[in-house]
C-alpha cells in the first residue's frame, strides 16, 4: 500500500490498529517555517529530492510564515485541517500545544524539527546544540593562539529566543573562553538571518574595531557578519576568522572560498531532511517510528570542507549510505522529549 493510497495517519501512538480512513491530502507533508532561511530551504529541496525517490506518492508542501508567528500556528491548524497525513515543522514552542491537541484529534504525524522538543509529538528531531557550537569556538581559540599569539577580542552573534538556540550559543562563548585565555568576549547580538548578521557585525566592528573573531550560531548571521567584514577591510585569514555552526551549503562554500570564513559545524541536515521522509512515509503506512532523534555535527575547516561539500549535496549517494546508521551522525531515542519549563 503507497502513501498515496488508502489511508489514515496512525500516528501520536495509536499504534499499528488505528482505522485507516480514506483522505485525498493524506500523502500530502505540510513543512511549516518561521522565516526563510538558507538552511530551512536546503532541507526542503533535499525532503522533496527523497520523496521523490521513494516513488510512494509523497508531496511536500512548504509554507513560510514570514516571521508572523501567529500566522505560523494558522499555517499548520490549516495543513491539520485540510487533511494532511503528515506535518514537519520548524517553531518556537511558546503556544503550540493546541496544535499538537489538533494533530492527536485527528491522527495527524507531527514530526518538529525546531531547535526546542516539544511535547506530544510523534517525532522530535533535535541537535547536539552545546557541542556544535563548542567546537566552532574552541578552533576559533586555537586560531587565535596560533595566529594571534593567544589574545583577541571576540563579537558574537546568538540567539536570545530560543532555550535550545541559546544553549548552542553558550558553547561558541564557553569553546573560545575556556581554550583560550586572553579572548575576550567584547560584543554579543542577537541575529538570525543574513541581513541582521550584516547589520550586526558591522554595528560590532565600529563599536570595536581592533575585533579579529565573529562567532555566529548559525550560517545565516554568519553569512552576514563574513559580508560585514570583508566590507570593514577584514580580508587577511591571518589577522580575521568568522566561524558559525549549522553547516549549510552557503556556509560551505564560505569555508571553501579559504578566506576569513574559516569553520563551521556540520550538522548533516540534508541526510536530516533524507530520513525524516523515510519516518514520516512509515508513520503515514501505520508503522510506529521512535519518538526522538538526535543529530549530532562535525567540525568542517578548509582542509576538509571538499568532502563535506560531496556530502552535503549527495545524501543518497551509496558511498554515504553507512551514515544513516553511524550514531556519531544520527541516533535513535524510544525516550519521548519533552517541551522546555
Not at 500516528?11 to 500530502?28: M, V, Y
Not at 551509496?318 to 519521548?336: F, G, I, M, Q
Request: charged share 20%.
Amino acid at each position: 500500500m503507497t502513501a498515496g493510497g488508502a489511508f489514515g495517519a496512525c500516528a501520536l501512538g495509536a499504534g499499528e490498529g488505528c482505522t485507516w480512513r480514506k483522505n485525498a491530502f493524506h500523502s500530502h507533508i505540510g513543512v511549516s517555517i518561521p522565516y526563510e532561511a538558507e538552511i530551512l530551504n536546503e532541507f526542503y529541496q533535499d525532503m522533496v529530492r527523497e520523496a521523490e525517490a521513494l516513488n510512494s506518492g509523497l508531496r511536500i508542501i512548504l509554507v513560510d510564515a514570514g516571521g508572523d508567528s501567529v500566522k505560523q500556528i494558522l499555517d499548520i491548524e490549516l495543513f491539520i485541517a485540510q487533511g494532511f497525513g503528515g506535518v514537519l515543522m520548524f517553531v518556537l514552542p511558546e503556544g503550540i500545544e493546541s496544535v499538537v491537541q489538533h494533530a492527536h484529534a485527528n491522527g495527524v504525524c507531527l514530526f518538529n524539527h525546531s531547535a526546542s522538543p516539544i511535547t506530544g509529538c510523534t517525532q522530535n528531531i533535535v541537535l547536539d546544540q552545546y557541542a556544535a557550537g563548542y567546537q566552532v569556538g574552541r578552533y576559533a581559540a586555537q586560531w587565535v593562539n596560533e595566529h594571534l599569539v593567544g589574545k583577541a577580542e571576540v563579537g558574537l552573534l546568538i540567539n536570545l529566543t530560543d532555550p535550545q538556540l541559546v544553549v548552542r550559543s553558550q558553547g561558541l562563548k564557553d569553546g573560545i573562553r575556556q581554550n583560550c585565555r586572553g579572548a575576550v568576549v567584547v560584543g554579543e547580538v542577537e541575529a538570525n538571518t543574513v541581513e541582521r548578521g550584516a547589520s550586526a557585525a558591522a554595528n560590532l566592528l565600529q563599536a570595536h574595531p581592533d575585533i579579529t573573531v565573529l562567532l555566529a550560531f548559525g550560517d545565516d548571521p554568519g553569512v552576514g557578519a563574513y559580508s560585514a567584514a570583508t566590507e570593514a577591510g577584514r580580508r587577511d585569514r591571518t589577522r580575521f576568522l568568522v566561524g558559525s555552526a549549522d553547516g549549510t551549503r552557503l556556509g560551505l562554500e564560505k569555508v571553501e572560498e579559504g578566506g576569513i570564513y574559516q569553520c563551521c559545524a556540520f550538522f548533516f541536515f540534508s541526510f536530516s531532511a533524507t530520513q525524516a521522509v523515510r519516518d514520516m512515509d512509515r508513520c503515514l503506512r501505520g508503522h510506529p517510528v521512535p519518538p526522538t532523534r538526535v543529530m549530532s555535527s562535525q567540525l568542517v575547516t578548509k582542509d576538509n570542507v571538499a568532502l563535506f561539500e560531496r556530502i552535503s549535496r549527495n545524501p543518497l549517494a551509496p558511498e554515504y549510505a553507512h551514515y544513516y546508521t553511524d550514531t556519531k551522525v544520527l541516533r535513535y531515542s524510544n525516550v519521548p522529549l519533552t517541551s522546555p519549563e
